[in-house]
């Protein structure tokens, strides 16, 4: 079963600044997804990615095969952006996720 | 605007009480999954069902069953709801394909047994 973590757990940071969240996994893998999910419960998929790199709008999502390592960037950071950020890998051959902890991210305006 | 849809957000319960969660979702979707969320612990699966009447152990199946009698619906039961159920149940559904597939989660339902 592969272990996946994410660091740092909490994150506090003033508007305006470039936040990066880390991913490792332990087991070779077909996807990645990065999730968002907004006090109140609801999950928001960001990104799903399998090599390289993904950009959607101040989000950029970074993935190395090699070293099993995810980034999750957001640039010009904004206090809507105050959400926990999951990480989720998927296994070959397998349609189930496997879930990170998450990161509690806060941004003060 | 596709949507996967938990009947609850709150839903407040006795000890020892049969409890339904239902999950909707209009996406066509083949696999549909209940997971739960604990602080610290991050979503463990608790059910996967890939087709109707289809049906999957996750990580953490006991206590729980599941009933998928058509492929928009996903029902979690708690057959006798008991406090450590207390927790926050998340559905979510994707596409079945080689390929991989973004997964949609409902908006959640906080259930707390007492």
């Known amino acids: 079963k592969n272990e996946v973590e994410q660091s740092p757990q909490n994150l506090t940071a003033q508007e305006g600044e470039f936040i990066t969240i880390n991913c490792s996994y332990s087991v070779g893998i077909s996807a990645l997804h990065w999730l968002q999910q907004h006090p109140g419960g609801g999950i928001v998929s960001l990104f799903m990615l399998s090599s390289g790199k993904k950009k959607h709008g101040r989000l950029i999502a970074t993935i190395n095969i090699q070293e099993k390592h995810s980034s999750l960037h957001i640039t010009a950071s904004h206090p809507r952006d105050s959400a926990v950020y999951i990480c989720?890998?998927?296994?070959?051959?397998?349609?189930?996720?496997?879930f990170g902890t998450g990161t509690r991210l806060t941004i003060i305006p | 605007d596709v949507k996967v849809t938990q009947s609850s957000r709150y839903l407040v319960k006795r000890t020892g009480e049969k409890v339904f969660l239902e999950c909707v979702q209009d996406m066509d979707h083949e696999n549909m999954f209940w997971y739960r969320q604990d602080p610290g612990l991050g979503l463990r699966l608790i059910y996967f069902s890939y087709d109707v009447k289809m049906k999957e152990k996750g990580d953490i199946p006991e206590g729980y069953s599941v009933s998928r009698e058509k492929k928009e619906r996903f029902s979690l039961i708690l057959e006798s709801a008991s406090t450590n159920q207390t927790s926050m149940y998340l559905c979510a559904s994707s596409a079945a394909s080689r390929l991989n597939t973004e997964a949609f989660f409902g908006q959640g339902t906080r259930l707390t047994v007492v």
């Open positions: 989720a890998v998927e296994d070959f051959g397998n349609e189930k996720l496997t």
